[in-house]
Nanobody
Framework: QVQLVESGGGLVQAGGSRRLSCAAS????????MGWFRQAPGEEREFVAV????????RYADSVKGRFTISRDNGKNTVYLQMNSLKPEDTAVYYC?????????????????WGQGTQVTVSS
């Protein structure tokens, strides 16, 4: 099993920045792809960004392209999400996810390991 723990959430003003971290533990050798998803109240969980373990293949949701940057430190088994130019519509609980597949998926049902989530609130 893989355990994921997110950190870095909080309250930020519109236009500001925030950096989320997600540390993996347990059977980290089985983790290939790590990603970030978010869920706003009353909404479905949506894809934000994903990164592969090797080769640095990355994909972003259109809504965050140019504002968010995903990165990964394999030595620390940690994935990061740097969020800049934040907007009120970015307010959500942000979840870290991991799977052992080599294809890059954006469908949350493809991910078997999830963190508990961290709240990001962007005030206008």
């Amino acid at each position: 099993q893989v355990q994921l723990v997110e950190s870095g959430g909080g309250l930020v003003q519109a236009g500001g920045s925030r950096r989320l971290s997600c540390a993996a533990s347990g059977r980290t050798s089985s983790v290939y792809t790590m990603g970030w998803f978010r869920q706003a109240p009353g909404e479905e969980r949506e894809f934000v960004a994903v990164i592969s373990k090797i080769g640095g293949r990355i994909r972003y949701a259109d809504s965050v392209k140019g504002r968010f940057t995903i990165s990964r430190d394999n030595g620390k088994n940690t994935v990061y999400l740097q969020m800049n130019s934040l907007k009120p519509e970015d307010t959500a609980v942000y979840y870290c996810a991991a799977n052992s597949d080599t294809p890059i998926y954006t469908d949350p049902t493809r991910f078997g390991s999830w963190g508990q989530g961290t709240q990001v609130t962007v005030s206008s």
